[in-house]
């Protein structure tokens, strides 16, 4: 199974661009790559997801390097309501396999005025 | 689209008792996984269930059980509750993409407390 590994916490201030980056180095070739965003007491929320080079949507970029093992979650200008725990995930896209799908602990994301 | 719904929001209950939670998956998804999630830790993955039947199943004992119905809602029920039991559990639905992925709502959660 694809362990992922991130930084436990950041901080960074409003309108800062930021990146958390997640090693994933046995990344196996039918993974994906998706990142989620929890708030306290709420259900994780998802972001993005990609297999590989750069993925965009309209709240955040996905960076993945050729070689699959690791990959940037970038937030553009960050505000006070982006404080969070982020989730790098990684699991086999297919539909029949979401018990692969391991959250790991997560990155405390703290933004500041 | 009123999203994933759980219910209920919070609840506490004693040890041996008996629970069960449920959940309303995404409208057009037919997919529902449950979570168990301790404070501080990420979410760890219970079951998933697909056309009312588990289909896969994470490394938790047999007092979880859960059951899908015809319309794809799900119940999570947990017997003989234990202190460690304590937790959010979230309910995610899904449904294939046109690529062969997948993407997971997660609801609101349930937060129970065993006392």
């Known amino acids: 199974l694809a362990k992922t590994t991130q930084p436990i916490s950041m901080d960074s201030y409003e309108g800062q661009e930021v990146n958390i980056t997640c090693s994933h180095n046995?990344?196996?070739?039918?993974?994906?790559i998706t990142w989620y965003q929890q708030f306290p007491s709420q259900g994780p929320r998802f972001i993005i997801q990609?297999?590989?080079t750069k993925v965009t949507n309209e709240v955040a970029s996905l960076f993945i390097p050729a070689d699959r093992k690791s990959s940037t979650l970038s937030l553009p200008r960050v505000s006070l309501s982006d404080t969070a725990v982020y989730y790098c995930?990684?699991?086999?896209?297919?539909?029949?396999?979401?018990?692969?799908?391991?959250f790991g602990s997560g990155t405390r994301l703290s933004i500041r005025p | 689209d009123a999203g994933v719904t759980q219910s209920p929001t919070h609840l506490i209950k004693t040890r041996g008792q008996q629970v069960t939670l449920r959940c309303s998956p995404k409208?057009?998804?037919?997919?529902v996984s449950w979570y168990q999630q301790a404070l501080g830790q990420g979410p760890q993955f219970i079951f998933q269930?697909?056309?009312?039947?588990?289909?896969q199943r994470g490394n938790f004992p047999d007092r979880f059980s859960g059951h899908q119905f015809p319309n794809y809602s799900s119940e999570l029920n947990v017997n003989a509750l234990l202190l460690g039991d304590s937790a959010l559990y979230l309910c995610?639905?899904?449904?294939?993409?046109?690529?062969?992925?997948?993407?997971?709502?997660f609801g609101p959660g349930t937060r129970l407390t065993v006392t």
């Open positions: 046995n990344i196996a070739t039918n993974d994906y």
């Open positions: 990609g297999y590989k």
């Open positions: 995610a639905s899904s449904a294939m993409t046109g690529t062969g992925s997948y993407e997971q709502y």
């Open positions: 995930l990684v699991g086999d896209g297919r539909y029949s396999s979401a018990s692969k799908i391991i």
């Open positions: 409208s057009g998804h037919d997919t």
């Open positions: 269930y697909y056309e009312e039947e588990e289909r």
